[in-house]
């Protein structure tokens, strides 16, 4: 007897490594450390502990680079889901800048087809990951009795940072970051993107 699982509503997370990750990541270090100074306060959103920039880096020429392959990743995204050819993708982004003992609460975007996370900096693993929760409320209502949780059972999942990587996720899905547990600041990128019909 042959038995087939097959997923109906699946939570997708989308990654990207971009090759050129030690020069990119060089460049955008040293631009988000000079956002820093110019506004040392920041934001105060989801961050514990750590330092964000206000949602402007798409308004911002010197981070055109990022900008230009979040919505590149993005469109490609929207394409392998049959996205309407008629749209035009649009984002915010705002740079986390996360020193040992900060942390993300958990959280979600609203109002935004895709968001993600890019790498600049990250001590791995020390640093802590993004974490997912189970969106299926139903999934909630009793635990299932496993010795190992697997990506049906579990409530909450883990995904590694790594210098140089995107991820993308729904705007929907909970996220939330781990503590930093290294010893040095873990830097990234996150952002919004929203597709909108063109005119
Ligand atoms: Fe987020």
């Known amino acids: 007897m042959q038995i087939i699982p097959q ?3 699946p939570s997708l997370v989308w990654s990207t490594l971009f090759d050129d990750r030690a020069i990119f990541n060089a460049k955008l270090l040293d631009l ?7 506004d040392p306060a920041g934001v105060d959103n989801t961050n514990v502990r750590g330092w964000q ?5 798409q308004n911002l ?5 990022i900008n230009l392959r979040i919505l590149q990743v993005c469109q490609r995204i929207g394409e ?3 996205f309407r050819s008629d749209q035009t993708y649009q984002h915010q982004a705002w740079v986390n800048i996360s020193p040992p003992g900060a942390s993300n609460k958990i959280h979600f975007h609203a109002n935004c087809h895709f968001s993600g996370v890019y790498y600049v900096s990250a001590k791995e693993p020390e640093c802590g990951s993004i974490f997912f929760r189970d969106p299926r ?11 190992k949780p ?4 579990a409530e ?11 991820y993308v996720f729904p705007g929907w899905l909970e996220h939330g970051v781990e503590e930093n547990k290294s010893d040095r600041d873990r830097i990234s990128i996150s952002f919004n993107v929203l597709a909108t019909p063109i005119g």
């Not at 697997?150 to 059972?153: C, I, M, S």
């Not at 999942?157 to 995107?166: A, F, N």
Request: aromatic share 8%; charged share 30%.
């Open 7 to 9: 997923p109906l509503f």
């Open 32 to 38: 988000a450390m000079r956002l820093r100074e110019s």
């Open 53 to 57: 920039s206000p949602n402007n880096l």
């Open 61 to 65: 020429p010197e981070f055109d680079d």
């Open 80 to 82: 392998s889901l049959h």
């Open 137 to 147: 409320i139903a999934s909630r209502m009793m635990t299932y009795p496993v010795d």
């Open 150 to 153: 697997t990506e049906f059972t």
């Open 156 to 166: 909450e999942i883990l995904m590694r940072p790594e210098e140089g990587r995107m």
